[in-house]
């Protein structure tokens, strides 16, 4: 189904309102992470809620340590040899 500029505006609607709403500001270092979660609400909007909790704890995988969440490998360059 191709989508129409109306399913567009209805896009911009919900993204407006998860940020303004929920968000209250977006950063762009986590702007693929806020994304991901505005496709993933948008994609079960026909969902009821306990589906949609259901669906979204059935993908979770192991544990998630704040560590995790927040270190930022850096690759640091090797000084020339010579």
């Given at each position: 189904m191709p989508y129409t500029s109306t399913r567009w505006k209805a896009l911009g609607a919900c993204s407006n309102a998860q940020v303004y709403g929920i968000h209250h500001h977006i950063s762009v270092k986590h702007l693929d992470a806020y994304l991901g979660e505005m496709c993933y609400r948008y994609g079960r909007r026909d969902?009821?809620?306990?589906e949609r909790v259901n669906d979204l704890l059935g993908r979770v995988e192991g544990r998630l340590t704040y560590k995790a969440l927040t270190h930022v490998e850096t690759e640091v360059p090797e000084a020339p040899k010579g």
């Open positions: 969902m009821e809620e306990g």
